[in-house]
């Protein structure tokens, strides 16, 4: 099992900043990619960002230059700083890690946590 406890959301004004965290705990799973996705009310989820465990970033363009993804922890936390916020980034952030262990592969997802943009 892996689990997955995110932190870090809250309220803030356009134009502010927040970092959120993602802390991963196993004892049997290896931890691969991990990344954040978002939901808004009556939308699909939405990729930001991913970073593989030898630290490669890719980001969606709706976010690329405002958010940055890292890693920490030996590779177990990873971090979404989000800067230059805006009403429209106002979402239920999950972080989802790819896991291995021996032939299986599996997506672990976090409970989520509510970022609001607003004045």
């Known amino acids: 099992q892996v689990q997955l406890v995110e932190s870090g959301g809250g309220l803030v004004q356009p134009g502010g900043s927040l970092r959120l965290s993602c802390a991963a705990s196993?004892?049997?799973?290896?931890?691969?990619?991990m990344g954040w996705y978002r939901q808004a009310p009556g939308m699909q989820r939405e990729f930001l960002a991913l970073?593989?465990?030898?630290?490669?970033?890719n980001y969606a363009d709706s976010v690329k230059g405002r958010f940055t993804i890292s890693r920490a922890n030996a590779k177990t936390t990873v971090y979404l700083q989000m800067n230059s916020l805006k009403p429209e980034d106002t979402a239920v952030y999950y972080c989802?890690?790819?896991?291995?262990?021996?032939?299986?592969?599996?997506?672990?997802w976090g409970q989520g946590t509510q970022v609001t943009v607003s004045s």
């Open positions: 989802v890690a790819d896991t291995v262990r021996g032939t299986i592969r599996r997506d672990y």
């Open positions: 196993t004892n049997d799973f290896t931890i691969n990619t």
């Open positions: 970073i593989t465990s030898g630290g490669t970033t």
